[in-house]
């Protein structure tokens, strides 16, 4: 509730080895140096009808650099938030995604009691220009 909550993203596809599934964080190596562009995507589910300003966040280094917000807060059980990030990159950068949500109570992705898409409907996609 109201926190930035880390999104667990494990189903992992990538060129080499620089994201790590332990501590969810992408870190850039030496050939990675350079200018990147990143989109974020988080998919928001509540078990009622408040989906309370739903957010989506890229922090650089563990700072809060991009963040895109969501003003619904009726009648919405299932929101989507994207954000785009455009940076440059330098050797042993991070990248990490949060999301946010003003309800005490929310689950990423699809509603996983109903069968839903789970953290499957949340991605981190990053591109060297």
Request: aromatic residues 12%; hydrophobic residues 35%.
């Amino acid at each position: 509730s109201a926190t930035d909550t880390l999104v667990e993203l494990n189903g992992v596809t990538q060129s080499h080895s620089a994201y790590n599934t332990g501590t969810y964080t992408w870190t850039a190596t030496a050939d990675d140096a350079g200018i990147w562009i990143f989109n974020a995507q988080a998919s928001f589910y509540t078990s009622t009808n408040n989906n309370n300003h739903p957010r989506v966040y890229i922090f650089l280094n563990g700072a809060k650099v991009a963040g895109s917000y969501s003003m619904a807060t009726v009648s919405l059980r299932h929101v989507t938030v994207h954000q785009q990030y455009l940076v440059n990159i330098s050797t042993s950068d991070t990248i990490k995604m949060y999301g946010h949500c003003d309800l005490a109570s929310f689950f990423f992705g699809s509603e996983t009691s109903s069968g839903g898409g789970g953290p499957q409907q949340c991605s981190l996609l990053g591109h060297k220009l």
